[in-house]
């Protein structure tokens, strides 16, 4: 039986690479039934959910010189409304109501991006995926997910990831590198630790919002974020 959530609201930032699996690229079917499972029974703590996701199982950005950062963010917009409604149906296969929103309007296949919408949508129980970024190119999912869970007052970002904490280096390769339990917003732009994008960690340095970086691949590892457990690192 879970024990009592540690937070009430939170944001759940999956990087697209995740829903990969084992992969590489496009959708896991195995990882989106584990990851919607997990996100089911944390929506049924009576914890209100809302998700950011990634879209690099997809599109990794500018791939030649002949097209402009702009197009190419624009593209990578895409992706992550393809990965939302993915995880959409999956989700609600558990039984439970989702809303895919978007910062770029597509009325035919999500609802636009309202804060005080997503929110009343949160407090009757609903899932909220925020699709397609911040809607404007330069700016990451990193950003997207701080970004929202300002407008919304969510407590906590959950950081999904392939890897399972926040290290010194890339511990794939350099095997010395320094595995960190517990940092704070400051160090982590101080060291230009790799968990997410400086603008990312300045707003969420500047607003107070923690952050929870452990990895998605793990059965129960949303639930026990959820519940507060010492898993990866968190990010005060």
């Given at each position: 039986?879970?024990?009592?959530?540690?937070?009430?609201r939170i944001i759940l930032?999956?990087?697209?690479?995740?829903?990969?699996?084992?992969?590489?690229?496009?959708?896991?079917?195995?990882?989106?039934?584990?990851?919607?499972?997990?996100?089911?029974?944390?929506?049924?703590?009576?914890?209100?959910?809302?998700?950011?996701?990634?879209?690099?199982?997809?599109?990794?950005?500018?791939?030649?010189?002949?097209?402009?950062?702009?197009?190419?963010?624009?593209?990578?917009?895409?992706?992550?409304?393809?990965?939302?409604?993915?995880?959409?149906?999956?989700?609600?296969?558990?039984?439970?109501?989702?809303?895919?929103?978007?910062?770029?309007?597509?009325?035919?296949?999500?609802?636009?991006?309202?804060?005080?919408?997503?929110?009343?949508?949160?407090?009757?129980?609903?899932?909220?995926?925020?699709?397609?970024?911040?809607?404007?190119?330069?700016?990451?999912?990193?950003?997207?997910?701080?970004?929202?869970?300002?407008?919304?007052?969510?407590?906590?970002?959950?950081?999904?990831?392939?890897?399972?904490?926040?290290?010194?280096?890339?511990?794939e390769k350099d095997p010395?590198?320094?595995?960190?339990?517990?940092?704070?917003?400051?160090?982590?732009?101080?060291?230009?630790?790799?968990?997410?994008?400086?603008?990312?960690?300045?707003m969420c340095r500047d607003?107070?919002?923690?952050?929870?970086?452990?990895?998605?691949?793990?059965?129960?590892?949303?639930?026990?974020?959820?519940?507060?457990?010492?898993?990866?690192?968190?990010?005060?």
């Amino acid at each position: 039986m879970a024990g009592e959530p540690k937070y009430r609201r939170i944001i759940l930032k999956i990087s697209g690479e995740a829903l990969a699996g084992d992969k590489g690229f496009g959708l896991d079917d195995l990882t989106l039934a584990s990851v919607a499972s997990e996100i089911g029974q944390v929506t049924k703590l009576g914890v209100q959910t809302a998700l950011v996701v990634g879209g690099g199982n997809f599109w990794r950005g500018r791939t030649s010189d002949n097209m402009d950062r702009a197009t190419a963010d624009y593209m990578g917009m895409l992706a992550t409304v393809v990965n939302s409604l993915a995880l959409q149906s999956a989700i609600e296969s558990t039984g439970v109501e989702t809303r895919v929103q978007t910062a770029i309007e597509m009325r035919e296949i999500a609802e636009p991006y309202i804060r005080r919408r997503a929110i009343a949508h949160l407090n009757r129980g609903c899932v909220v995926i925020f699709g397609a970024g911040t809607g404007n190119p330069f700016f990451s999912t990193d950003t997207t997910a701080a970004l929202r869970a300002a407008e919304i007052d969510a407590e906590v970002i959950l950081l999904a990831k392939k890897i399972d904490a926040v290290y010194s280096a890339d511990p794939e390769k350099d095997p010395h590198a320094v595995r960190y339990d517990r940092l704070t917003h400051q160090e982590v732009l101080e060291r230009g630790l790799g968990v997410m994008d400086s603008t990312a960690a300045a707003m969420c340095r500047d607003n107070g919002i923690p952050v929870h970086v452990f990895a998605l691949k793990g059965r129960g590892n949303v639930m026990k974020a959820v519940l507060g457990e010492p898993i990866g690192t968190v990010i005060v």
